[in-house]
């Protein structure tokens, strides 16, 4: 079955990287955009941009530019996600979603939480 | 502050049937893009429950419909079921001068009584 499965929770410092990956299966990986989302904790669901998996090219959201990096690796059919410089509010669970369509999303990924704390 | 309006919460008793607007504007909804909806059990990853504005993927029961006017989209789900207690979130894309993207509703937390 299609499925998306991310890296376990992580806790880092301020100033810290990270990076979250999100592999596929179930599916042929190339043929559909990954897009990246992010939920604060007790807050809604906030778009952070995609990246076409076919030719690596990605995009980001207002808000994500900069200490954000969408990266792929085709030959084992995952994406990531790494951050940068972590600040507290980049404390978060992030998720990865296959774009279908009309950029609906399914599945997602169980999600990763991010804990950022000194 | 979301690109389109839920209301935060919305109640029901087990059996009735309760609706739940997304309010967008001409850059969104209104521009013709279609609205997505997912729902979000407590400490789960949301779930596609509706597409391309009233479309049901597998598996998904009929009791869970959508549908889209103008700059406004609604979810209705009847014979409502403890089960169904969770957030929902509306999604659709927006494209004005200042850029374009997937939006997010603020989501709705549905109480069942």
């Known amino acids: 079955q299609v499925q998306l499965v991310q890296s376990g929770s992580e806790l880092k410092k301020p100033g810290a990287s990270v990076k979250v990956s999100c592999k596929a299966s179930g599916y042929t990986f190339t043929s559909y955009a990954m897009n990246w989302v992010r939920q604060a904790p007790g807050q809604g669901l906030e778009w952070m941009g995609w990246?076409?998996?076919?030719?690596?090219?990605?995009t980001y959201a207002q808000g994500f530019t900069g200490r954000f990096v969408f990266s792929l690796d085709t030959s084992v059919s995952t994406a990531y996600l790494q951050i940068s410089s972590l600040k507290a509010e980049d404390t978060a669970v992030y998720y990865c979603?296959?774009?279908?369509?009309?950029?609906?999303?399914?599945?997602w990924g169980q999600g990763t939480l991010v804990t950022v704390s000194s | 502050q979301s690109v389109l309006t839920q209301p935060p919460s919305v109640s029901g008793a087990p059996g009735q049937r309760v609706t739940i607007s997304c309010t967008g504007s001409?850059?969104?909804?209104?521009?013709?893009?279609?609205v997505h909806w997912y729902q979000q059990l407590p400490g789960t990853a949301p779930k596609l429950l509706i597409y391309g504005n009233s479309n049901r993927p597998s598996g998904v029961p009929d009791r869970f419909s959508g549908s889209k006017s103008g700059t406004s989209a609604s979810l209705a789900i009847t014979g409502l079921q403890a089960e169904d207690e969770a957030d929902y979130y509306c999604q659709s894309y927006d494209s004005s001068l200042s850029g374009s993207g997937v939006v997010f509703g603020g989501g709705t937390k549905l109480t069942v009584l």
């Open positions: 001409s850059s969104n909804i209104g521009a013709g893009y279609d």
């Open positions: 979603a296959r774009e279908w369509g009309n950029n609906w999303f399914d599945p």
């Open positions: 990246i076409n998996t076919n030719t690596g090219n990605p």
